[in-house]
């Protein structure tokens, strides 16, 4: 008897221990890819973010720690409102694990907060305020992609080696374009430049020639365009129509992507300079993840399709490693974990939430020169090491860092 009673002693010791173990909690693994499917981002993320993360649950067979992996998605029509309405449906009846994509920042800004309070996971591939993982940190999200420090510190540096001194800013009134103008202008002052201009439209304005007007009458030697998707499209396309070309004032945009430069055209987007967090061909790894979504999509992935990609792969990586879905044991194993994928060969997750990683100076080719596929459209001018292109955690304002 007394042999029987040990023995039930240790069974029931062994199941109070079993969340040590850790189990997936439901019959499947849920991930809602919330994204802009409609509005001026959804060529940079959309149906191409939610390929891309069906794309990484395949390389796993579709299922994880023996439970069957789902990936659903809805627009959030760029509303916070919308948006909050959408995740809180997800997380409180749909079941959803993890949250990925995420486009636009003020979306983004109210989904972390809601994370947070469900203490469940979200990895933001689309949006860019380096808020996320600034005063706005969240110990459940990760910041994949790019954010607004890295990419205006980067492009400012750049444009100030090249002795331009005098920027005007044609900017997205809101929480992405607010955050690019201060961190490029804070560089700018730093290095010995001035603002001669800033105007600022609401997201998916059509006529920018008023305020190209403005830019070329400030005597600015370089416009800013603190703007993305199809917004800086139609500004590149207005600027040229008023003879803006490199002789006469020097166009940026620091986040745009290559899905932009394919969307003008090698005429209007020759040598155009901007930041990008991944480059199609960069190495093999690169190469191959560009061929296969190709061959979805019929187009090659932008850096937060890829970033989506790389997302959802760790995060599944993640959940086969501990056998679980729960936000803290998943977050944990992201934390510890080197990043190494067609994305990045060299990622690391910080205390603040930042997935550190290299970006690009690229330039974009013009008519004349080769190109060895219909996307080869740019060329690689610089790698900037992630160590030197993200904010140091020293300078964050994010409490998780202190």
């Known amino acids: 008897m007394k042999k029987l009673t040990i023995t039930l002693l240790a069974a029931l ?18 991930i809602g890819v919330l994204t802009d499917m409609s509005g001026p981002f959804s060529h940079q993320t959309g149906q191409g973010s939610v390929a891309a993360a069906r794309m990484a649950v395949k390389e796993f067979g579709g299922t994880v720690a023996g439970k069957p992996v789902r990936v659903i998605s809805a627009d959030h029509q760029n509303k916070p409102d919308v948006a909050l309405n959408i995740a809180r449906q997800w997380l409180d009846v749909e079941g959803v694990d993890v949250i990925v994509d995420l486009a636009s920042s003020a979306v983004a800004l109210a989904v972390q907060d809601l994370v947070r309070e469900k203490n469940k996971v979200v990895l933001f591939t689309g949006p860019g305020t380096d ?143 901007y930041v990008d967090a991944f480059y199609w061909n960069l190495n093999d790894g690169t190469r191959t993840l560009t061929n296969d979504f190709n061959a979805i999509q019929n187009n090659p992935p932008g850096q937060a399709q890829a970033g989506t990609y790389s997302a959802v792969r760790s995060y599944l990586q993640a959940v086969e490693a501990v056998k679980s879905d729960q936000a803290e044991p998943v977050l ?24 550190v990683h290299d970006i690009y100076l690229v330039r974009a080719k013009g008519p004349s020169d080769p190109k060895a596929t219909a996307w080869d459209v740019v060329d690689l001018v610089a790698t900037i090491p992630g160590d030197k292109a993200f904010r140091p955690l020293a300078d964050s304002a994010c409490p998780l860092a202190k």
């Open 332 to 355: 944990k194993k992201l934390h510890e974990t080197k990043i190494s994928d067609a994305f990045t060969t060299s990622g690391e997750i910080r205390v603040d939430g930042r997935m």
């Open 131 to 273: 808020r996320l993982t600034n005063d706005s940190c969240s110990p459940n999200g990760v910041h994949w992609v790019y954010d607004t420090y890295a990419t205006g510190t980067a492009m400012a540096n750049a444009l100030l080696d090249a002795g331009s001194k005098k920027w005007f800013f044609i900017g997205n009134d809101s929480a992405f374009g607010r955050s690019m103008v201060e961190v490029m202008t804070k560089a700018l002052v730093a290095g010995g430049g001035k603002v001669v201009g800033e105007v600022w439209h609401p997201t998916g304005a059509s006529d920018y020639s008023s305020f190209l007007l403005q830019a070329r009458a400030s005597g600015a030697d370089v416009l800013v365009a603190a703007n993305g998707g199809t917004d800086f499209v139609a500004t590149i396309k207005q600027a040229r129509e008023f003879g803006m070309t490199d002789d006469k004032i020097r166009i940026v945009g620091p986040t745009i992507t290559m899905r932009d430069i394919l969307a003008l055209g090698p005429e209007l987007a020759q040598g155009l300079h």
């Open 13 to 30: 010791a062994a199941s109070v221990s079993a969340p040590a173990l850790a189990q997936v909690s439901k019959d499947e693994i849920t």
